[in-house]
C-alpha cells in the first residue's frame, strides 16, 4: 500500500464523507439537494449484507462447485478405500458428508473454513509429515487448489445420509410430468397485468407494460413507487449503464438545461446504443459469462488468438446482430455454410466460446483431459445459455433437478464428436486457419506448394551430401541429417527463452537458452511429426561453455515410459563436439514421442538447440558410412572438381534451407482462430459410472435434456455429422423454454444491476423464482419477436419508469425498506457499483488520456506465458490483455470478474481498500494530475469554475454550496502551502481530483 499523499486528517470534512460514504453535514438535518451521500443506514446494511435469497444462491453455487469440481477426483481416486462398501482405511469415509465430518482414526479430516487445518487437504497437498494421499500418485496442482476452495468456502457437501440409501434414491425414476412444471421449464406464458389501480397521483406513472408488471406487484403489497431521479443522476446512471464511461459536462449541462427532458433524455438513448462505448460495455458483459481469457493458469501458456473472440462480440453488438444467430455460431459456426468469406470467418472464430476453458493441460490420462474439457464445454453452455449445472450429472443423476446422467452423456456424446486439444506432454488447443478471399487463399496455398517443392529438393540434395565427411562442424544443417531433427524454432516454448548465434556449432539458425533466469518456470519440448514406429537413438544438441549448467533435465517420453537424463552442457558434447547421447527408446504408433528440456535445479545457462531422433538400422548404417569416409579421406582427398561439386551441393543446400524457414515463417503469418476439428469416431458415448473413465456403461444416444425435449430428446444425426449443429439449432430456438428466458433475464441484470431472476446462471429447482415472472415471460416473448435485438430489448427497459427511479431510500421505518430490503419489488432503482472497467475507463476519460483502439491483440510482441506481465496501456479495459495468472492489479481491486467459469453476476464486494486505492495508488494520482491539465485547458484559472468542472467530469452534477465551499477551502490551502515554493502549479487541483476519484459517489453512482 503506497503512503497517503496527504494526510486524512486535513481533508476538509465534507470532502472526508465524500470518500468515505457519510453525509458532508454533520448536523441532524438532511443534507442539501444533490450532495453526495451514501443510503440511510437500513438501506446500507441492507446493500452489504447477504440476505437470505443471497445465502442461498451462493450455497448453490458452492454445491454446483463440489459437484463439477470435487465429487468426480473423490469418486476416481479415494472412494476405493474410503467407501461405505470398502474396507474404510484408516476409519474415514469420504462418500458422504457424515462420514468426513465424523473424521477417521487419525481425527478431523475436514474443517470447512480452514484448509490447511484438514487433514485430507494435507495429504492431497504433500504437506502432511506422515502421509500422502492418493496412492496412485499426486494430484494436479490445479485439482488441489479446487480442493482449497472448496474446504476455505465452507466444504459445501450435498450427499447427506447413508451412502447406500443416497445410492437407492439416486435410481429413482424421474416423475417427469411434474418436474415439467417448474417455472422454467414451462412453455412461455405471456398475457398483460389488468385491473391495475394505482394511486390518483401516479395514474400517469406508467411508461409501458414493463412499469405495468411492476406496479401491479407494488399495488399487491400495498407499495409505492420511488420518484424519479433528478436529471443529472438519471443522466449519470444511463451514461454508465450504455456506455461504461461518465457522461461529459457539456452532456450533463445540456441535458439540465433541455426544455422538454422525456425527448431530450430519448435522443441520448438512441444515440449511446449507437455508439462504439455500448458495443465494448455489453460485450464485456458476455466475456464474463464466456469465462473469457488470453491465457491458461497452467505454466501461464497464452492463448494469442483469443482476442478474436472479444472483437466478434463487439462487432456483433455494434451490427445488433441477433442473439440467435450469434449462439448458433459459437456452438457450431465452423459447421454452418455461408455464402460470404466475412461470414465464415465470423462464424469460425465464434467456435472460440467453446474453446477458452482453463484446463490442466499436463494431465498425462489424456483420456480423462478429454472428458474434463468436455466438461468444461458442457457446464459453459448449461450455466451459460440455459441456466442449468449440467455438470452436477457427470457422475449420478442431478441431486436436485430432473437432469439425469444419460442426459449429460447424450450431449457429452456430441461434444464429443470435435476435437479441442492436441495431445503432447503438455496438451495444447486447437487452432484452425480462417477462410479468406480468393486471393488471399490462392496466396497462402503457393505458398504451400512451393514449401513442399522446397522439401523435395531438399531431399534430393540430402542424398547427394550423404557419405561426405563435412569439415568441422559450425552450424549444422538439419535436412542434411538422417532421420528426424527437432530444431528449437519448432519447440513448443513455456517461459521467456532468448535466441542467440553467438557460440558455435549449432544447427540451422540459432539455438536458445533460459538466460538462467527463472528457474524451474521453462521448458522446450521437441515432438517430431508423424515418427514412424521403432527403435530410436536420440541425439541432444548444444553448445558447451563455462556458463552453462552442469544439470540440463531432459526427460524422454517413449513407449514404456519416462526416462529423464541429466546433461553436463559444460563439456563438449562427445558426438562431433555438437551432440550427446541421451540413450536408445521405443515408439509405438499413436504413443507418446517427445523429449522436454527444463531449466529445473540448473546452476547455469540451459542451452536449448535440437534433438535428433535416428533410427538405429540408419545410425549402424551411418557410422559404417563415416568409417568408411574417414578410411577413404586418409588415403586420398577428393579432387578440385569433386570439392568444387561437393561445395556446391552443400550452398544449395543452405540456400534450400533458408527458403524453407522463409516459407514456413509466411504461412504462420495466416490468421488463425481457436477451434475444434472433426473427430474419426464421433459417435454416441457410454455413460461413464460415478464419472470415471475405467468403468464404462450403456451408450448414450446423442441428444439434449428430456424435461425439455420430451420425446424428441434423442437426435437423428446424419452419418458423418458430430451433432453440434443440430444442438445449437435446438438450444436457439424460439421454442426453447431456457434460452431466451436466461438472455433476457441477462440483460435486464446488466442493465438494472440485479436480474429478475436473481441466481442467473441457475434457473433450476436450487435457483431462486423470479421476482415478477409474468414481466420475464412478456419480455422473452417480446424479445424474440424483436429477432432477439438486444439493442431494442435494452431501450425498453432504460425507458420505463422502472429504470428512471431514485434510489435513494427513504426515511428509517418505512415499510418497504423493512419488508423488502432487497428491492424484489421494484420499488426503487438499484444502486450499482461502477465495475472495474467503468471506473478505469471513466477516470482515463476524465484525464484526457483513453487512446482510442477499436480491436486487435494487445498482448506484448514476445509474450509466451503471462507470469509477470505488466499492464501499462492506457486503451478501454475490454482491450487489455486477460491473463489469468496476471490480472491488471487495479481491475482485481475493484471486483474483476472470475475468468475461470461463467461469471453471471459479479461480487459487489465494498472494502475500504477501494477508497484507499483511489487515495493512495500512484495510477490514480497520475490520471489526477493529467485531469487537472486538462481542466486548466478546457476552463481557465478561475478557482471556483475548476471545481465546477471536476464535478460535472466526476459526479454527474455541480457541487452545491457545501461542497463548493469546502473544496475551495482546500483549494486555497493547498496554494498557500506551495506559495513561494516551485511547486507544481496544479497540485491543488490534482488533490480535488484524487479526493472526488475515490468518493463513494463516484464508485456508486446514484
Known amino acids: 500500500m503506497c503512503r497517503l499523499i496527504r494526510p486524512i486528517s486535513i481533508l476538509p470534512l465534507a470532502l472526508i464523507g465524500l470518500v468515505f460514504g457519510f453525509p458532508a453535514s454533520v448536523s441532524a438535518q438532511p443534507p442539501a439537494a444533490g450532495a453526495a451521500e451514501l443510503e440511510s443506514a437500513d438501506d446500507a446494511q441492507a446493500a452489504t449484507a447477504e440476505t437470505a435469497e443471497a445465502v442461498e444462491a451462493a450455497d448453490a453455487e458452492r454445491i454446483a462447485f463440489f459437484e463439477a469440481k470435487i465429487r468426480p477426483v473423490l469418486i476416481e481416486h479415494c472412494y476405493s478405500c474410503h467407501a461405505a462398501d470398502t474396507d474404510q482405511e484408516g476409519g474415514l469415509l469420504l462418500d458422504s458428508r457424515e462420514g468426513w465430518l465424523a473424521g477417521g482414526d487419525s481425527g478431523k479430516a475436514i474443517v470447512p473454513g480452514d484448509a490447511e487445518a484438514s487433514r485430507v487437504f494435507r495429504v492431497i497437498a504433500g504437506t502432511d509429515a506422515d502421509l500422502e494421499m492418493p496412492p496412485d500418485g499426486r494430484l494436479p496442482a490445479a485439482v488441489i487448489e479446487d480442493f482449497r476452495r472448496w474446504i476455505e468456502t465452507g466444504a459445501a457437501d450435498p450427499r447427506d445420509g447413508d451412502p447406500a440409501v443416497a445410492a437407492k434414491k439416486a435410481t429413482h425414476e424421474i416423475d417427469w410430468e411434474s418436474a415439467r412444471k417448474h417455472w422454467a421449464y414451462r412453455p412461455l406464458s405471456v398475457a398483460l397485468p389488468e385491473g391495475i389501480e394505482p394511486p390518483a397521483e401516479l395514474a400517469d406513472w406508467s411508461n409501458g407494460p414493463i412499469d405495468d408488471f411492476v406496479m401491479a406487484g407494488l399495488r399487491e403489497r400495498n407499495f409505492r413507487p420511488s420518484p424519479r431521479a433528478g436529471r443529472a443522476t438519471l443522466l449519470r446512471r444511463l451514461s454508465v449503464d450504455l456506455r461504461g464511461v461518465s457522461p461529459t459536462p457539456e452532456e450533463v449541462l445540456n441535458f439540465l438545461d433541455a426544455p422538454d427532458e422525456e425527448s431530450a433524455y430519448e435522443r441520448y438513448v438512441d444515440a449511446w446504443l449507437a455508439s462504439p462505448d455500448f458495443a465494448q460495455r455489453f460485450a464485456r458483459h458476455w466475456l464474463d459469462v464466456s469465462r473469457y481469457a488470453e491465457s491458461v493458469t497452467l505454466r501461464g501458456l497464452v492463448q494469442a488468438e ?468 409474468e414481466l420475464l415471460d412478456w419480455l422473452t416473448d417480446r424479445f424474440i419477436r424483436d429477432g432477439w435485438s438486444l439493442q431494442r430489448l435494452v431501450k425498453q427497459i432504460v425507458m420505463s419508469e422502472t429504470y428512471r427511479q431514485s434510489s435513494i431510500s427513504p426515511a428509517a421505518g418505512d415499510p418497504r425498506l423493512t419488508s423488502d430490503p432487497d428491492n424484489r419489488s421494484w420499488w426503487r432503482s438499484d444502486r450499482k457499483p461502477l465495475s472495474a472497467e467503468a471506473l478505469r475507463d471513466s477516470v482515463l476519460a476524465i484525464s484526457g488520456e483513453l487512446e482510442p483502439l477499436l480491436g486487435g491483440s494487445t498482448i506484448k510482441p514476445g509474450t509466451a506465458a503471462d507470469y509477470g506481465y505488466k499492464h501499462n496501456e492506457l486503451v478501454r479495459s475490454i482491450y487489455l490483455p486477460v491473463f489469468r495468472n496476471a490480472l491488471p492489479e487495479l481491475l482485481e481491486t475493484f471486483n474483476y470478474t472470475d475468468t475461470g467459469s461463467v461469471t453471471g453476476r459479479r461480487q459487489r464486494g465494498i472494502v475500504a481498500q477501494q477508497a484507499l486505492a483511489t487515495l493512495n495508488h500512484p495510477w490514480f494520482a497520475a490520471r489526477a494530475k493529467s485531469a487537472a491539465e486538462a481542466n486548466r485547458l478546457a476552463v481557465g484559472d478561475d478557482p471556483d469554475k475548476q471545481i465546477q468542472h471536476a464535478f460535472l467530469q466526476t459526479l454527474g452534477r455541480l457541487p452545491d454550496a457545501t461542497e463548493l465551499t469546502a473544496a475551495r477551502e482546500y483549494h486555497d490551502e493547498l496554494l498557500r502551502e506551495d506559495e513561494g515554493k516551485a511547486a507544481d502549479a496544479t497540485r491543488a487541483l490534482t488533490e480535488i481530483y484524487r479526493g472526488l476519484f475515490a468518493t463513494a459517489e463516484f464508485r456508486w453512482p446514484d
Not at 403 to 417: E, F, K, Q, R, V
Not at 486 to 508: L, M
Not at 582 to 593: C, H, I, V
Not at 608 to 636: I, W, Y
Request: glycine share 8%.
Open 306 to 773: 483469443a482476442w478474436r473472440f472479444r472483437d466478434y462480440m463487439i462487432d456483433a453488438i455494434a451490427q445488433d446482430r441477433s442473439w440467435k444467430e450469434l449462439f448458433r455460431e459459437q456452438i457450431a459456426g465452423d459447421l454452418i455454410e455461408f455464402d460470404t468469406e466475412e461470414a465464415a470467418r465470423r462464424a469460425r472464430v465464434a467456435v472460440t466460446f467453446l474453446c477458452m476453458g482453463d484446463m490442466n493441460l499436463e494431465n498425462q490420462q489424456k483420456r480423462e483431459l478429454e472428458m474434463d474439457f468436455i466438461d468444461e464445454q458442457l457446464d459453459t453452455l448449461g450455466r451459460g445459455m440455459l441456466g442449468q449445472t449440467l455438470s452436477c450429472a457427470r457422475c449420478h443423476d442431478h441431486k436436485f433437478d430432473p437432469i439425469p446422467t444419460n442426459d449429460y452423456y447424450a450431449l457429452a456424446g456430441i461434444l464429443h464428436g470435435s476435437v479441442g486439444i492436441e495431445h503432447a506432454n503438455v496438451s495444447r488447443w486447437v487452432e484452425n486457419p480462417l477462410p479468406l478471399e480468393p486471393a488471399e487463399e490462392a496466396r497462402y496455398a503457393g505458398l504451400a506448394k512451393e514449401l513442399e517443392q522446397v522439401k523435395a529438393e531438399l531431399v534430393v540434395i540430402k542424398k547427394k551430401v550423404d557419405g561426405v565427411a563435412p569439415p568441422p562442424p559450425q552450424t549444422v544443417s538439419s535436412s542434411s541429417l538422417p532421420g528426424f531433427v527437432v530444431d528449437n524454432v519448432a519447440a513448443r516454448r513455456i517461459g521467456q527463452w532468448q535466441e542467440s548465434e553467438h557460440t558455435k556449432p549449432f544447427v540451422d539458425a540459432g539455438y536458445l537458452h533460459d538466460d538462467n533466469a527463472g528457474k524451474g518456470e521453462k521448458s522446450l519440448t521437441f515432438e517430431p511429426q508423424d515418427l514412424p514406429p521403432g527403435r530410436y537413438e536420440l541425439r541432444i544438441s548444444y553448445c558447451a561453455g563455462t556458463n552453462r549448467t552442469t544439470r540440463a533435465k531432459v526427460t524422454v517420453f517413449h513407449a514404456d515410459g519416462e526416462t529423464d537424463v541429466t546433461v553436463n552442457q559444460r563439456t563438449r558434447p562427445a558426438i562431433d563436439g555438437l551432440w550427446d547421447s541421451l540413450g536408445k527408446f521405443r515408439f509405438e504408433p499413436g504413443g507418446q514421442a517427445f523429449v522436454m528440456l527444463s531449466n529445473e535445479g540448473s546452476d547455469g545457462h540451459v542451452i536449448g538447440d535440437a534433438v535428433h531422433f535416428l533410427p538405429l538400422e540408419s545410425s549402424e548404417n551411418r557410422s559404417a558410412a563415416d568409417s568408411q569416409v574417414a578410411k577413404g579421406s586418409a588415403a586420398s582427398e577428393p579432387d578440385a572438381e569433386s570439392q568444387s561439386e561437393i561445395a556446391a551441393w552443400k550452398k544449395t543446400q543452405q540456400e534450400l534451407t533458408a527458403r524453407q524457414a522463409a516459407l514456413q515463417k509466411q504461412l504462420a503469418q495466416r490468421p488463425k482462430a481457436m477451434g475444434l476439428r472433426p473427430r474419426a469416431d464421433a459417435g454416441d458415448l457410454p455413460v461413464h459410472i460415478r464419472g470415471s473413465i475405467h468403468q464404462l456403461g450403456d451408450p448414450a444416444p446423442r441428444g439434449v435434456l428430456q424435461v425439455i425435449a420430451g420425446d424428441d430428446a434423442a437426435f437423428e444425426i446424419p452419418a458423418g455429422s458430430c451433432g453440434r449443429l443440430e444442438l445449437a439449432d435446438w438450444i436457439a430456438s424460439d421454442d426453447n423454454p431456457l434460452t431466451a428466458r436466461v438472455l433476457v433475464n441477462r440483460i435486464w441484470l446488466w442493465v438494472m444491476g440485479e436480474g429478475l431472476v436473481r441466481t442467473p446462471d441457475n434457473f433450476g429447482t436450487t435457483g431462486q423464482s423470479p421476482t415478477h415472472p
